[in-house]
C-alpha cells in the first residue's frame, strides 16, 4: 500500500515519466505565392476578383493548351529553401496527381511529390516561456522534409437549398509551397511558435503574405499521441484552421481527445479523408532550370534579413532582452520605428523599449492600427524623449504629453509642454523656498523624519508637489527635503 | 462535252499541283486564290463520299481567300484534323453528331502560322477519335475512304465496286491524308504519336512527314501522348514538306517542349549526291505480316541507293521485338492522364444523368468516348496503379530508352538514314480491315512507325508506286534527331526517281463513275 501511494505523485510530477502519453504534430503548411501571374498560365493572381474573371484557357484545362513554368514561382520557392536551410535540388521533376473533383479542370494537380525543389530544411523557431522563468526565451526547431511547387485548385460553392456547386476557378493554378514537416511538435503552442515564425519568414521574402484568415497560409496539422520510445500512434488530422492561435486550441484539444480514448481503453480511428493518387506521369524536366548553381547563389545573395537576424543583431546593438526583440520583429514596421527613434535620442534603449512597447503599441491596438498608422513620427517621439531625458518634464508628465500629441497630430512635444505647462519647475530657489515652508508648517512630521521615518518624507514631498501642481521635478525636491530635515 | 471534260481536266491539273506550282500560279495570276478556293470546295463536295471532312468552313475560307497580300503561302489550300484547335463559328451539320460539340476559343499555333502565311483553311478533317486507331475508321463522324479506292487502278485491277468494297486509309489522321490524296487540299495537319500521319501518308499515296520531336508546337494540339505527340505534314511532294517544315518550325513560348530550329531555311538540294550516302536497312523489320510487294519496292529502292553509289548497309535495331509492347503501355498511361480533363463540366458533352456529381462524370465520360478510347484510359489506369507503376509504366520508360539507344548506335556507327516499309502492306478494304479490333490493328500496323516516336527521331513516308491492287505503296526513311532537312533530301532523290503517278491521271469525278456503274449493271 505504501509503494502505490508513492507512486501516485511521481506520475503527476516527473512529466517524462515513460507510462506519460504525449503529443505528436506534423505539419503540412500550403503558402500561397506571392506572384503577379499563376504557377503555370499568365492569368493574374489576385484576390477577391469577380467568380471566373482571372481564368485562361489552360486554367480551364480546354484541350491544347499547355503548361509554361513560372519563374518567379520557382525564385520564390528556391529563396524559402534557402532560407529555412534546405538542399535545393539541381533537378526537380513534376508529376500529376489524378483525382475527380469539380474544382479541379484538368482531373489532376500538377505538384512534385517525387523530386521537389527543396528537401532537408530546418524551421527554427522560439517559445516565451520555461520550466522557471515565464518571459524565458526557449529555442526549438521542427524538420522540413521538403518543400514543393505545385497547383492550387479552384474553389467550390455549395448550394443545397439548389442542390448545385458553384465552381470559382479563378484560384485553379496558382502557385503554392509545400512545405511537409517531421513530426517535431509536441503541444499546440508549439505549433503555434512553429507557424508564427514561418510567416514572419516567409513575409520578410517576401515570397508569401502569410495571412491565415485570407487563406494565404494554410495549416494542417497531423497530431497522434504515444508513450515516449515507443511508435507513433495513429494519426487525426486537423484542417482548414485559420489563424494560429485556434491551430494550438484544435492542436490541443485532439491530443487530450485521443489521450481519453487511449487511457479509457479504446483506439484512435484515422480520420484522414484519404483520396486515391495514382502517383502520376512526369512530363517537364530541368529544360527550366538551365543555370541552376547560378541561379541558386544569385538568390543567396539577394535574400533579405532573415527575423532571427534582426532579432539577434537587434539585441546585440542596443542591449535589449531577447524578449523585446520578439515584440519589435513581430509587429510590422515597428522595428524599423524603434531604430529611427533611437538615432534621435540619447534615451536607454531599454526605456525606449519601453515607450515603443508599451505606450505605442498599447495605442495601436486599441485601435486596431498599424505602426505605419501612428500618428506620432519617430522624431517626434524622440523630442518628446528628450525632453524627459534632459529633465524638462517627469515621467508622468512626458506620458500626459504623449496622449496629447496622439490625440493632435502635428503639435509638437514641446508646444504641448507650453500649453498645459508641464514643464519641470527645476528654479532651485523657487523650490527651496516651497519646501521650506512646508516643513516649516509641518513641524510634527519634520520630527517624525528626523527620529528615524523616512518614509514621511513621502508625505511631504506629495505636499510639495501639490503646491507645484506636479512640475516640481521629484529627485531635486527629494534632496531638498533632506538636506532640510536632517 | 468535250470542253467540259477539258475544263474538268484543267481543274484537276490546277488541283494537283504541289504548293510551289500553285503558289507561282497564284502570283501570276493564272488563277485568283478566290477562284481556287471555290474550285477545292467544289471538290470537296464532289468527294463527299470519303467522308473525310467534319467540318467544311466555306465561308471562313472564302474570306480568308480575298485578302490580297503576297506572303509565301498566299492562298494555298490547307486542311488539318479535327485535333488541332482552330475557332469555328460554324459547322456543317452531320447527322450523328455528338452533342456537346466543342468549339475551341483559339487557334493552335500551328494553324496559326499557316494563316499568318496566307493559306487558306477549308476545313477540318476526320480521323479516329482522340487519334487513336489506324484506319480512320473509329471516329464519331464515320470512317473516312480512301480515294485510291474509288481510282481506276483499284477498279480495274480488282473488279470490285469500290462502294461496297472501299478501302480504309490508314489512320488516325486519314481525313487529312484523304484529303490531300484527293485534291481538296495541298497540304494537310496530321499528329504522329505513333505512326498516325505516316500510315495513312503511305496508304493514300502522298508524302507524310513527322518532324523531330520538338521543332513543331504543340500548342493547340489536343495531346494523346504528351511525350511523343508531333505535329505531321501531308503533302503531295517532298519539297513542299520542306516549304512547310520551315514555315512552322522554331520555339513557341506556350509550348515548353519546343526547341529552336537547327537552321536557316535552305532549299533542298535539286541534286542530292547519294555517294557519301549511308543506308542502313534494320533486319528487325523484315516483320511478319510484311507484304511481297513492300518487300519488293524496299528491295527496289536500296538498289536504287546500291547502284547511284550509296553505301547501302544491313544494321541491328535489337530492341525492336519490345517496342510496340512498351508503346502500348506508355500510351495508354498517359492517355489515362490527358483525357482525364474530359469530365463534361467546362466543356464538351455532359450527360443529361446529374444524380450526383460522380454520376454525372461517369456518364459523361462513358457516353462521350468510344469503346477504344475507354479500352485506353482503363488500361492505363491499371498500369498506373501503385502496385504495377514500377513493372509496367517505369519498365516500359526504361525499355524505350533502350529502344532510343538503339538508333544511337545505329546512327553513330556511321549510319545516315534507315531505309524501312512504312505499313505491312496496301490499304486493306474496310470490311476486311474491321475483322479485327483497332487495339490489334494498331499494334500491327504501328509496328514500323512507332519506335521512331518513342526515340523522337525524325521520319518521312514516301509513295513508290502502286500495287498489284492498284493501291499505293509508300517507304519510310528515318533520320536523327534535327536532321529532317538531310531526311528531305534524300527522300526527295527517291521521289524523283521512283515515278509515282498522280490520281489526277486516273481520276474520274465520281458522277462519271456513277455512268459507268450504269453501264456495268445493264
Not at chain 1, 123 to 149: C, D, E, F, H, P
Not at chain 2, 34 to 43: A, F, P, V
Not at chain 2, 292 to 312: H, K, L, N
Not at chain 2, 414 to 441: I, K, M
Request: net charge neutral; aromatic share 6%.
Amino acid at each position: 500500500r505504501n509503494k502505490i501511494a508513492l507512486l501516485v505523485p511521481l506520475a503527476v510530477i516527473c512529466r517524462d515519466s515513460p507510462q506519460q502519453l504525449v503529443g505528436v504534430v506534423g505539419l503540412e503548411i500550403h503558402a500561397q505565392i506571392r506572384s503577379n501571374t499563376k504557377l503555370f498560365s499568365a492569368s493574374a493572381v489576385r484576390f477577391s476578383s469577380p467568380p471566373n474573371s482571372l481564368v485562361s484557357f489552360f486554367d480551364a484545362s480546354l484541350p491544347g493548351t499547355l503548361p509554361v513554368l513560372n519563374k518567379r514561382c520557382v525564385e520564390a520557392a528556391v529563396m524559402t529553401g534557402l532560407a529555412l536551410n534546405c538542399t535545393i535540388n539541381q533537378k526537380s521533376l513534376f508529376d500529376r496527381k489524378h483525382y475527380f473533383y469539380a474544382d479541379l479542370p484538368a482531373g489532376y494537380q500538377i505538384t512534385q511529390q517525387r523530386r521537389p525543389i527543396a528537401v532537408d530544411g530546418v524551421l527554427n523557431y522560439s517559445l516565451m516561456g520555461g520550466k522557471k522563468k515565464k518571459n524565458q526565451v526557449v529555442r526549438k526547431s521542427a524538420r522540413i522534409t521538403q518543400i514543393q511547387l505545385e497547383q492550387d485548385s479552384g474553389k467550390s460553392l455549395h448550394d443545397d437549398l439548389q442542390s448545385q456547386t458553384l465552381i470559382d476557378l479563378n484560384r485553379a493554378g496558382v502557385g503554392l509551397m509545400e512545405l511537409v514537416m517531421e513530426p517535431d511538435m509536441s503541444c499546440g503552442e508549439e505549433a503555434a511558435a512553429a507557424v508564427r515564425e514561418l510567416q514572419l519568414i516567409l513575409q520578410a521574402l517576401g515570397t508569401c503574405e502569410g495571412n491565415m484568415s485570407e487563406g494565404q497560409l494554410r495549416v494542417d496539422a497531423n497530431v497522434s499521441v504515444h508513450r515516449p520510445g515507443q511508435p507513433f500512434g495513429v494519426r487525426a488530422e486537423v484542417k482548414n484552421i485559420n489563424s494560429a492561435r485556434n491551430l494550438a486550441r484544435a492542436i490541443d484539444y485532439e491530443i487530450q481527445r485521443q489521450i481519453q480514448v487511449l487511457e479509457s481503453g479504446g483506439t484512435v480511428q484515422n480520420e484522414t479523408r484519404a483520396y486515391d493518387s495514382k502517383t502520376g506521369i512526369f512530363f517537364l524536366c530541368s529544360r527550366f532550370m538551365p543555370d541552376q548553381a547560378v541561379v541558386v547563389q544569385e538568390i543567396r545573395d539577394r535574400l533579405p534579413e532573415l527575423p532571427h537576424v534582426t532579432r539577434d543583431r537587434l539585441v546585440h546593438a542596443y542591449n535589449i532582452l531577447p524578449e523585446h526583440s520578439f515584440t519589435l520583429v513581430n509587429e510590422d514596421g515597428l522595428v524599423e520605428y524603434f531604430e529611427a527613434v533611437m538615432k534621435q535620442t540619447r534615451m536607454n534603449a531599454r526605456k525606449v523599449i519601453g515607450w515603443v512597447t508599451n505606450e505605442l503599441l498599447g495605442q495601436l491596438k486599441q485601435q486596431d492600427g498599424s505602426v505605419g498608422q501612428s500618428p506620432i513620427s519617430p522624431s517626434a517621439l524622440a523630442e518628446l524623449l528628450e525632453l524627459q531625458e534632459t529633465g524638462q518634464i517627469s515621467s508622468s508628465g512626458a506620458k500626459q504629453v504623449f496622449q496629447e500629441m496622439w490625440r493632435s497630430p502635428g503639435k509638437t512635444a514641446r508646444l504641448i509642454v507650453q500649453e498645459k505647462d508641464l514643464g519641470l519647475v527645476s528654479d532651485t530657489e523657487q523650490l527651496h523656498g516651497i519646501c521650506q515652508r512646508i516643513v516649516d508648517s509641518h513641524p510634527e512630521e519634520v520630527n517624525a523624519i528626523r527620529k528615524g521615518n523616512k518614509k514621511v518624507l513621502n508625505k511631504l514631498m506629495g505636499l510639495v508637489q501639490k503646491e507645484t501642481k506636479g512640475r516640481a521635478d521629484p529627485v531635486l525636491v527629494q534632496a531638498i527635503l533632506q538636506d532640510k530635515t536632517s | 462535252i468535250g470542253l467540259l471534260r477539258n475544263n474538268r481536266r484543267n481543274i484537276l491539273t490546277m488541283l494537283s499541283l504541289t504548293i510551289k506550282e500553285v503558289s507561282l500560279a497564284l502570283r501570276k495570276g493564272s488563277v485568283s486564290p478566290t477562284e481556287l478556293c471555290k474550285k477545292c470546295l467544289n471538290r470537296i463536295k464532289k468527294t463527299q463520299h470519303l467522308n473525310a471532312f467534319i467540318t467544311v468552313t466555306d465561308e471562313l475560307a472564302l474570306k480568308q481567300a480575298q485578302e490580297a497580300e503576297t506572303r509565301l503561302l498566299q492562298g494555298i489550300i490547307i486542311t488539318c484534323i479535327d485535333e488541332f484547335t482552330y475557332i469555328t463559328t460554324r459547322r456543317i451539320s452531320k447527322q450523328h453528331v455528338p452533342p456537346g460539340y466543342y468549339t475551341p476559343p483559339f487557334n493552335a499555333t500551328v494553324v496559326q502560322k499557316l494563316l499568318d502565311q496566307g493559306a487558306v483553311l477549308v476545313g477540318k478533317t476526320n480521323m479516329d477519335e482522340f487519334a487513336m486507331g489506324a484506319g480512320s475508321t473509329d471516329g464519331a463522324f464515320g470512317p473516312v475512304r480512301n480515294p485510291w479506292g474509288y481510282a481506276a487502278p483499284y477498279r480495274e485491277n480488282t473488279g470490285l465496286n469500290p462502294d461496297s468494297d472501299w478501302v480504309v486509309t490508314g489512320g488516325s489522321s486519314g481525313g487529312s491524308a484523304a484529303s490531300v490524296a484527293s485534291l481538296t487540299s495541298y497540304l494537310a495537319l496530321g499528329s504522329d504519336t505513333g505512326g498516325s500521319t505516316r500510315n495513312p501518308g503511305s496508304l493514300c499515296g502522298v508524302v507524310s512527314l513527322k518532324p523531330t520531336y520538338g521543332l513543331l508546337s504543340r500548342h493547340g494540339l489536343i495531346p494523346l501522348v504528351n511525350s511523343m505527340d508531333v505535329p505531321g505534314i501531308i503533302t503531295r511532294s517532298v519539297g513542299d514538306a520542306a516549304l512547310v517544315l520551315d514555315v512552322l518550325q522554331g520555339v513557341d513560348v506556350k509550348d515548353s517542349t519546343t526547341i529552336p530550329a537547327p537552321s536557316l531555311s535552305t532549299q533542298l538540294p535539286e541534286d542530292f549526291d547519294v555517294r557519301n550516302l549511308c543506308v542502313g536497312i534494320p533486319n528487325e523489320y523484315h516483320a511478319p505480316g510484311l507484304s511481297e510487294e513492300t518487300v519488293e519496292q524496299w528491295s527496289r529502292v536500296a538498289d536504287m541507293f546500291e547502284r547511284a553509289g550509296a553505301r547501302v548497309e544491313q544494321v541491328s535495331l535489337p530492341h525492336t521485338q519490345y517496342s510496340i509492347v512498351c508503346y502500348h503501355v506508355l500510351c495508354c498511361a498517359e492517355v489515362a492522364s490527358n483525357m482525364a480533363r474530359f469530365d463534361g463540366l467546362e466543356y464538351g458533352h455532359r450527360s443529361e444523368i446529374d444524380s450526383s456529381t460522380e454520376t454525372m462524370y461517369a456518364t459523361s465520360r462513358h457516353e462521350g468516348f468510344n469503346d477504344v478510347v475507354r479500352g485506353r484510359i482503363l488500361s492505363g489506369n491499371y498500369f498506373l496503379l501503385k502496385q504495377n507503376y514500377e513493372h509496367y509504366f517505369l519498365k516500359a520508360q526504361k525499355v524505350r530508352r533502350l529502344i532510343a539507344d538503339d538508333f544511337k548506335h545505329v546512327f553513330n556507327s556511321g549510319v545516315d538514314v534507315l531505309l524501312t516499309p512504312t505499313t505491312l502492306a496496301d490499304a486493306a478494304r474496310y470490311s476486311d480491315f474491321t475483322q479485327e479490333d483497332n487495339r490489334t490493328r494498331s499494334q500491327q500496323d504501328d509496328v514500323f512507325t512507332q519506335s521512331v516516336n518513342m526515340a523522337g527521331l525524325p521520319a518521312v513516308s514516301v509513295p513508290t508506286a502502286l500495287s498489284r491492287r492498284g493501291l499505293p505503296i509508300g517507304l519510310q526513311l528515318i533520320a536523327p534527331a534535327l536532321q529532317d532537312k538531310r531526311l528531305l533530301s534524300v527522300a526527295q532523290w527517291i521521289e524523283q526517281r521512283v515515278g509515282f503517278p498522280s490520281i489526277s491521271e486516273f481520276e474520274q469525278p465520281s458522277d462519271q463513275w456513277q455512268k459507268t456503274k450504269k453501264k456495268h449493271t445493264v
